[in-house]
């Protein structure tokens, strides 16, 4: 841990309406997230930057949003606090788009002050995404968790977080050092293989050329893309096909179904192209669930690939 005063700071003017927390919630995995800490009024984060190794912390008071940047990449974390933030996030034609179905339209005017982030780093999301393939969210939180703690870099800057592992590591490492973690052996050398193309991966000039790299992965398929791509470029159009639960939200908030597939899901977030992410996320932030019928399911199990 380096030294308490910041290398780098800003000072950001948000829209009145904007809510900090709600806007970067994406960017951590749970409240004990070892690479971030969000109190009150301020998001902590960890991450290697194309310059070096950083923790950046947003602060909102009185109407503005301070960024200040910690160790080597502290410069870029700060130019970049706007879009990780959420306030490069382009909203235009949503709220024509939302006029058009009644539960969005409420569901944008009460969240009408969430953005959606966009950090412009891919390997920490695809760790993330690959941990959380076909199995329940405390099961992926623990793997990631474990992972990041094996790996045990200490963050600069003030507050006691860790760096995500280094692609590079994660690349040289065995697949039985994830056993222990509760990751078997296919998403193991799934996360292998992309921290080997990882500079190839971050070098990806747009969304859609991110997810074009991505597929081209063994192991990842059109759900561990469109994680990556929606926080890591804000991509606003980008929809989970093949998770478990989502389908049942969007067909149940936007049809009353309490049941329905990707492509009655696709067919249902059609009207909203361009912006078919943000609804779902909209749908996630408002806590809209389906009915559940049978056995108890965890909110976050079972996605593809």
Same mark, same amino acid.
């Given at each position: 841990?380096?030294?308490?005063?910041?290398?780098?700071?800003?000072?950001?003017?948000?829209?009145?309406?904007?809510?900090?927390?709600?806007?970067?919630?994406?960017?951590?995995?749970?409240?004990?997230?070892?690479?971030? !800490?969000?109190?009150?009024? +301020?998001?902590?984060?960890? #991450?290697?930057?194309?310059? =070096? /190794?950083?923790? &950046?912390? $947003?602060?909102?008071?009185?109407?503005?949003?301070?960024?200040?940047?910690?160790?080597?990449?502290?410069?870029?974390?700060?130019?970049?606090?706007?879009?990780?933030?959420?306030?490069?996030?382009?909203?235009?034609?949503?709220?024509?788009?939302?006029?058009?179905?009644?539960?969005?339209?409420?569901?944008?005017?009460?969240?009408?002050?969430?953005?959606?982030?966009?950090?412009?780093?891919?390997?920490?999301?695809?760790?993330?995404?690959?941990?959380?393939?076909?199995?329940?969210?405390?099961?992926?939180? !623990?793997?990631?968790?474990? +992972?990041?703690?094996?790996? #045990?870099?200490?963050?600069? =800057? /003030?507050?006691? &977080?860790? $760096?995500?592992?280094?692609?590079?590591?994660?690349?040289?490492?065995?697949?039985?050092?994830?056993?222990?973690?509760?990751?078997?052996?296919?998403?193991?050398?799934?996360?292998?293989?992309?921290?080997?193309?990882?500079?190839?991966?971050?070098?990806?000039?747009?969304?859609?050329?991110?997810?074009?790299?991505?597929?081209?992965?063994?192991?990842?398929?059109?759900?561990?893309?469109?994680?990556?791509?929606?926080?890591?470029?804000?991509?606003?159009?980008?929809?989970?096909?093949?998770?478990?639960?989502?389908?049942?939200?969007?067909?149940?908030?936007?049809?009353?179904?309490?049941?329905?597939?990707?492509?009655?899901? &696709?067919? $249902?977030?059609?009207?909203?192209?361009?912006?078919?992410?943000?609804?779902?996320?909209?749908?996630?932030?408002?806590?809209?669930?389906?009915?559940?019928?049978?056995?108890?399911?965890?909110?976050?199990?079972?996605?593809?690939?």
């Amino acid at each position: 841990m380096t030294g308490t005063a910041p290398t780098a700071s800003r000072t950001l003017r948000p829209p009145p309406d904007y809510r900090l927390v709600a806007s970067i919630r994406p960017l951590t995995f749970s409240p004990y997230d070892p690479c971030a !800490r969000i109190t009150s009024d +301020t998001l902590w984060w960890a #991450a290697r930057t194309p310059i =070096g /190794p950083a923790t &950046l912390a $947003l602060q909102s008071s009185g109407g503005e949003l301070r960024a200040d940047g910690y160790g080597p990449g502290a410069g870029w974390m700060v130019e970049h606090a706007d879009a990780i933030a959420g306030l490069r996030d382009d909203l235009t034609g949503f709220a024509d788009l939302a006029r058009s179905h009644p539960v969005v339209a409420r569901l944008a005017a009460q969240h009408a002050g969430l953005r959606l982030p966009a950090t412009g780093l891919i390997f920490p999301r695809v760790l993330r995404a690959v941990f959380e393939q076909k199995v329940t969210g405390k099961e992926a939180y !623990r793997a990631y968790a474990a +992972t990041v703690r094996h790996f #045990a870099e200490p963050a600069p =800057g /003030p507050v006691s &977080l860790l $760096l995500p592992p280094e692609p590079a590591a994660v690349a040289a490492a065995p697949y039985w050092v994830f056993h222990p973690f509760g990751v078997e052996q296919r998403r193991a050398e799934t996360l292998r293989r992309a921290a080997a193309v990882a500079d190839r991966l971050e070098r990806s000039a747009d969304s859609s050329t991110a997810t074009r790299a991505l597929l081209t992965i063994n192991g990842i398929g059109p759900w561990t893309a469109a994680e990556v791509v929606r926080v890591a470029y804000g991509d606003a159009d980008a929809v989970s096909v093949g998770d478990y639960h989502v389908p049942n939200t969007v067909a149940w908030a936007l049809a009353g179904e309490a049941r329905a597939d990707d492509a009655r899901m &696709l067919e $249902l977030l059609e009207p909203f192209r361009g912006h078919r992410g943000r609804v779902c996320r909209l749908l996630e932030a408002a806590g809209i669930h389906a009915p559940r019928f049978g056995p108890r399911m965890p909110i976050r199990s079972f996605a593809r690939y």
